[in-house]
């Protein structure tokens, strides 16, 4: 206080003599060479008082002022941190295999934002979605395939043309998304099955090859007829883009092919849900879903009772004694080391064309999580929607990849969605089938545009995997797929 007073005080003094000379210079100094002189003895008078003024403010002991330190910017890191949660932790629900359960729990604690992980005790359909409309429920919820068949059967998920137009712009968002009770699913590539036709059936209809289109699938189901036994045969083999073009409900490949047969009269259908039954609670759920679909569709699911072989079941199907057979992508390497399918690299993309034998594979919904949020949080959205997608970049979440969005209303404006899709930024864990896609059509660079494929490993998609490392290159099946992939994933991917 007493410092800035005196010198406040030495500078009025100086005003006061700059002041009193001023005039005298005007006066007295006639010419230019005197007026110099008279500026630098001002100048030199000025500098000595500022000095004077200086060390008697430091004649009381004090530490000398210090010039503050010039701040020198650090080296840019490699990633921004992610900002610290403001809100309460994000509570996840599981309905997962034990040994992922435990996996991700492990990987809590690198998540960007608090978790609260919990198994979720519910064990059917209704006891979901009481969780889900309720004030209560987990910020994210991840769900498996019997739940993405369940919310399908009860009519809570949208119609794939709106999920499709969704997936055009956030692909890959997974299996389901929620928002304020509505539940948005759309058809993912990566988990695959097999379903195997039998032909002589097919040829019975007059059918002389097994139909490769959705055309000619619904041309072919007002042709086949019915034999003695009532057994029926047809091959649901398509894609989501002919799906999306014809604007059906996309509820998985297994409904799909029931509700083909069931547009046939009915029929049997065999299935083996070994992938699906993810506990005990899960087989129970399974087992009471299929027996539901006997009165409503038509259709008569025969269970197996023991695990068999895909060689097993190919004798099930070539001897007539079921119409189709919906087996699990476990048969997959199988049949494909015997030689039984093929185009292999095709199956292995979700889309093999219809072979003279008439197998072949489709897409099926896999496991995802649904992000549920409640009006004005925000903040604790943004965190789910953070939580759900970091989860989802591990290799047991391979089916979520890592643009998992929250929808903040009904789709409507094309916009809207643009909106969301430039603002998402891709990381490691990028969904095999659009880097694929992105890459065999020329919209990314390099193959820089798989990170982290490896990591996921051979047992998950073996060719992609040798796309990845450049040890082959993509067949013109595949490039012939993914050029109808309908993906704005390029202003990220690829792209400096």
Same mark, same amino acid.
Request: aromatic residues 4%; proline residues 5%; charged residues 25%.
């Given at each position: 206080?007493?410092?800035?007073?005196?010198?406040?005080?030495?500078?009025?003094?100086?005003?006061?003599?700059?002041?009193?000379?001023?005039?005298?210079?005007?006066?007295?100094?006639?010419?230019?060479?005197?007026?110099?002189?008279?500026?630098?003895?001002?100048?030199?008078?000025?500098?000595?008082?500022?000095?004077?003024?200086?060390?008697?403010?430091?004649?009381?002991?004090?530490? !000398?002022?210090? /010039?503050?330190? +010039?701040?020198?910017? %650090? #080296?840019? @890191?490699?990633? $921004?941190? =992610?900002? &610290? *949660?403001?809100?309460?932790?994000?509570?996840?629900?599981?309905?997962?295999? !034990?040994?992922? /359960?435990?996996? +991700?729990?492990?990987? %809590? #604690?690198? @998540?960007?934002? $608090?978790? =609260?992980? &919990? *198994?979720?005790?519910?064990?059917?359909?209704?006891?979901?979605?009481?969780?889900?409309?309720?004030?209560?429920?987990?910020?994210?919820?991840?769900?498996?395939?019997?739940?993405?068949? =369940?919310? &399908?059967?009860?009519?809570?998920?949208?119609?794939?043309?709106?999920?499709?137009?969704?997936?055009?712009?956030?692909?890959?968002?997974?299996?389901?998304?929620?928002?304020?009770?509505?539940?948005?699913?759309?058809?993912?590539?990566?988990?695959?099955?097999?379903?195997?036709?039998?032909?002589?059936?097919?040829?019975?209809?007059?059918?002389?090859?097994?139909?490769?289109?959705?055309?000619?699938?619904?041309?072919?189901?007002?042709?086949?007829?019915?034999?003695?036994?009532?057994?029926?045969?047809?091959?649901?083999?398509?894609?989501?883009?002919?799906?999306?073009?014809?604007?059906?409900?996309?509820?998985?490949?297994?409904?799909?092919?029931?509700?083909?047969?069931?547009?046939?009269?009915?029929?049997?259908?065999?299935?083996?849900?070994?992938?699906?039954?993810?506990?005990?609670?899960?087989?129970?759920?399974?087992?009471?879903?299929?027996?539901?679909?006997?009165?409503?569709?038509?259709?008569?699911?025969?269970?197996?009772?023991?695990?068999?072989?895909?060689?097993?079941?190919?004798?099930?199907?070539?001897?007539?004694?079921?119409?189709?057979?919906?087996?699990?992508?476990?048969?997959?390497?199988?049949?494909?080391?015997?030689?039984?399918?093929?185009?292999?690299?095709?199956?292995?993309?979700?889309?093999?064309?219809?072979?003279?034998?008439?197998?072949?594979?489709?897409?099926?919904?896999?496991?995802?999580?649904?992000?549920?949020?409640?009006?004005?949080?925000?903040?604790?959205?943004?965190?789910?929607?953070?939580?759900?997608?970091?989860?989802?970049?591990?290799?047991?979440?391979?089916?979520?990849?890592?643009?998992?969005?929250?929808?903040?209303?009904?789709?409507?404006?094309?916009?809207?969605?643009?909106?969301?899709?430039?603002?998402?930024?891709?990381?490691?864990?990028?969904?095999?089938?659009?880097?694929?896609?992105?890459?065999?059509?020329?919209?990314?660079?390099?193959?820089?545009?798989?990170?982290?494929?490896?990591?996921?490993?051979?047992?998950?998609?073996?060719?992609?995997?040798?796309?990845?490392?450049?040890?082959?290159?993509?067949?013109?099946?595949?490039?012939?797929?993914?050029?109808?992939?309908?993906?704005?994933?390029?202003?990220?991917?690829?792209?400096?």
């Amino acid at each position: 206080m007493w410092r800035s007073r005196r010198f406040r005080l030495g500078l009025s003094g100086l005003r006061q003599v700059v002041g009193d000379t001023m005039p005298n210079l005007s006066e007295d100094a006639n010419d230019s060479g005197s007026r110099r002189a008279w500026a630098l003895l001002l100048t030199a008078a000025l500098l000595l008082t500022a000095a004077l003024l200086l060390a008697g403010c430091r004649s009381g002991g004090e530490e !000398p002022t210090r /010039a503050p330190a +010039v701040e020198v910017d %650090a #080296a840019p @890191a490699e990633e $921004a941190a =992610e900002p &610290a *949660p403001s809100g309460p932790p994000v509570r996840v629900g599981h309905l997962m295999r !034990p040994e992922q /359960a435990r996996s +991700v729990m492990t990987l %809590a #604690a690198g @998540a960007p934002a $608090a978790v =609260e992980l &919990a *198994p979720l005790e519910v064990t059917d359909l209704d006891g979901l979605l009481r969780l889900l409309e309720t004030d209560g429920a987990p910020d994210v919820v991840q769900v498996d395939l019997t739940w993405v068949l =369940e919310l &399908a059967s009860a009519g809570r998920i949208v119609e794939v043309s709106d999920a499709a137009e969704l997936a055009a712009h956030v692909r890959p968002l997974g299996g389901l998304v929620a928002w304020r009770g509505e539940v948005w699913a759309h058809p993912d590539r990566a988990w695959c099955q097999v379903v195997f036709a039998h032909r002589g059936l097919m040829e019975e209809a007059g059918l002389t090859r097994v139909p490769s289109d959705w055309d000619g699938l619904l041309r072919a189901a007002r042709r086949l007829t019915v034999d003695r036994s009532g057994r029926h045969s047809l091959h649901p083999e398509f894609d989501r883009s002919a799906v999306a073009r014809h604007g059906l409900f996309m509820r998985s490949d297994l409904e799909s092919a029931w509700g083909l047969i069931r547009s046939m009269g009915g029929g049997t259908v065999n299935v083996d849900t070994r992938e699906a039954l993810i506990d005990e609670a899960g087989g129970v759920k399974a087992a009471r879903w299929l027996q539901g679909l006997r009165g409503r569709h038509g259709v008569t699911p025969g269970w197996l009772d023991a695990p068999v072989e895909a060689s097993e079941a190919m004798e099930i199907v070539t001897t007539g004694q079921v119409a189709m057979w919906v087996g699990s992508s476990a048969w997959i390497e199988e049949l494909e080391g015997e030689g039984r399918i093929r185009d292999p690299e095709a199956l292995w993309i979700g889309a093999l064309p219809v072979g003279e034998d008439g197998r072949g594979g489709c897409p099926a919904a896999g496991m995802g999580y649904v992000v549920t949020a409640r009006t004005g949080e925000v903040e604790q959205v943004e965190q789910a929607r953070r939580v759900a997608s970091w989860l989802a970049s591990e290799p047991v979440q391979l089916h979520l990849g890592r643009r998992h969005r929250v929808i903040p209303s009904r789709l409507g404006a094309r916009a809207r969605l643009a909106r969301v899709s430039r603002g998402s930024g891709v990381e490691q864990g990028v969904d095999p089938w659009v880097a694929a896609g992105l890459w065999s059509t020329g919209q990314a660079r390099d193959r820089a545009v798989f990170p982290g494929m490896a990591r996921l490993g051979e047992s998950i998609n073996p060719l992609l995997v040798a796309i990845a490392r450049g040890e082959r290159e993509p067949s013109e099946a595949l490039r012939r797929v993914a050029a109808d992939w309908r993906v704005l994933m390029v202003e990220t991917i690829g792209a400096e």
